[in-house]
């Protein structure tokens, strides 16, 4: 009888796009189903002006044949696949390797950052996905904010610390810290080995105390394999990489701003951190400003809400009023909120703070140029990915006198935060994914295995080096 065996499809010395293949005997799971960043193409990301996007109608034969996801057709829609043959995928994209056979793969989805959900929306109908409570209700909310398109994939929804059993293995969800609603990392354990998968994760949040949590399970369930991501490892490991503000301090900073500014407080984040959103209404809130809101956040924003995102409960910005603004309203949009247009927004900018989507700049020079304001208005940026300094935010910017702010820490852990996981863990052997430079890791002492995309390998040798 085989062991456990991990097949490495993405993630492989590339930022994001994580997808693991673990299974033994009939049974495996996949976890994650996005792509790598900075691949061929971009999946539909509406944080991004002009990504180089799949052909619509033909995104997984593109994934496919770009290498940038499983060649493993059980797992698709045929309806997405169109006819791609599987041979040819795995002769002219994988050099024909040999992967293993299973009869019943299902997957783990982490967190719903495009690098780790984009192909969901063409995974076969009724495959079993597996995902935490919260990733769910964002999922929801952002098929609803048109962010992603829907699954006809058969979704269970698991308790934080939940355990799957598949029969040959069990599956251990843990919720983590990451500037995504719902992550979540796995510990598996087929008897033998256990492993850990940390996903992505960040000690500088509003939730180290998760991050402890995890670590002082993989210690008392003798963890033999680490699986961490490793975005902010830098090429050079001895150079010095930038601290990241802790969260408390971000958002007091946030609430100095919104306190001091006189004129409209414009503010670019991102809908996927709902926590953050929800500590920005409610600061704002307190302030005394009203929230006016991008139409497609304020979709995300509500039909997450509405399926319950724990991580909010008795959350104060839950019963805050939002208004939308109008010209961001699509036709059959739907929504319990007031609109408000952009005349009267400008008519009173010192009593409003405008949740605000790239690429509606357009919207700036109506907001300036109408109305009166005692002061200037301000412009904060806060872990989007169009920064400040981006050309045409600049340019908006300078034309009409805005202060520009940048709140951002980041949604991954810092080198020494990974190397101080790694040591306090303490397992066999680590593996570094979603890392353009894995090499940098410092593993102080603990042996590093250096998988390489397609390599499948049996968790005993990879544990049982030494
Ligand atoms: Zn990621
Ligand atoms: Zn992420």
Not at 88 to 107: E, G, T
Request: aromatic fraction near 8%.
């Amino acid at each position: 009888m085989q062991g456990s065996r991990l097949t490495f499809f993405g993630g492989v010395g590339k930022s994001g796009g994580v997808q693991v293949l673990y299974g033994k005997g009939k049974q495996a799971v996949l976890f994650d189903f996005g792509v790598e960043h900075s691949s061929l193409l971009f999946p539909k990301q509406v944080t991004l002006c002009e990504p180089v996007g799949a052909t619509p109608g033909r995104e997984l034969r593109q994934f496919l044949l770009a290498g940038m996801t499983a060649p493993l057709t059980e797992l698709y829609d045929p309806d997405a696949l169109k006819g791609l043959d599987a041979a040819k995928v795995r002769r002219r994209v994988w050099n024909d390797a040999d992967f293993p056979r299973y009869d019943d793969i299902r997957l783990f989805i982490g967190h719903m950052h495009t690098d780790h959900m984009a192909v969901l929306p063409y995974a076969r109908p009724d495959l079993p996905v597996y995902m935490s409570h919260d990733s769910h209700s964002l999922f929801r909310g952002m098929v609803a904010g048109r962010h992603s398109a829907d699954t006809k994939a058969r979704i269970t929804v698991c308790d934080d610390l939940s355990v799957i059993d598949f029969g040959e293995f069990s599956m251990q969800i843990v919720e983590m810290d990451h500037n995504a609603t719902g992550a979540a990392g796995l510990i598996l354990d087929d008897g033998i080995h256990k492993i850990a998968y940390t996903g992505d994760w960040r000690r500088q949040g509003k939730h180290p105390e998760r991050i402890d949590r995890f670590i002082e399970l993989c210690r008392a369930r003798q963890v033999d394999l680490l699986i961490t991501e490793g975005t902010r490892l830098a090429s050079d490991p001895s150079s010095e990489v930038s601290g990241q503000m802790p969260e408390a301090e971000l958002l007091s900073r946030f609430s100095e701003i919104v306190g001091e500014a006189d004129g409209l407080v414009i503010l670019q984040m991102s809908p996927r951190d709902l926590e953050r959103m929800a500590d920005m209404i409610a600061i704002a809130a307190a302030q005394g400003r009203k929230i006016a809101m991008d139409a497609s956040h304020a979709a995300i924003w509500h039909a997450a809400n509405r399926e319950g995102l724990r991580i909010l409960k008795d959350h104060p910005a839950l019963d805050t009023a939002l208004r939308i603004v109008e010209p961001t309203v699509a036709e059959g949009d739907f929504f319990p909120y007031e609109t408000i247009s952009l005349e009267e927004m400008a008519e009173r900018k010192g009593e409003y703070i405008y949740f605000y989507k790239f690429p509606d700049l357009a919207h700036l020079i109506e907001l300036e140029t109408l109305g009166e304001a005692p002061g200037p208005s301000h412009f904060i940026q806060s872990d989007y990915s169009v920064k400040i300094d981006q050309a045409d935010v600049a340019k908006f910017l300078q034309t009409f006198g805005i202060v520009g702010h940048s709140l951002s820490n980041g949604g991954h852990a810092h080198p020494e935060a990974l190397s101080d996981m790694i040591e306090r863990i303490a397992p066999q052997a680590v593996i570094t994914l979603h890392s353009r430079y894995p090499d940098s890791q410092n593993t102080r002492g603990i042996p590093a295995y250096r998988p390489t995309k397609g390599e499948t390998a049996a968790v005993s040798s990879i544990v049982e080096r030494r």
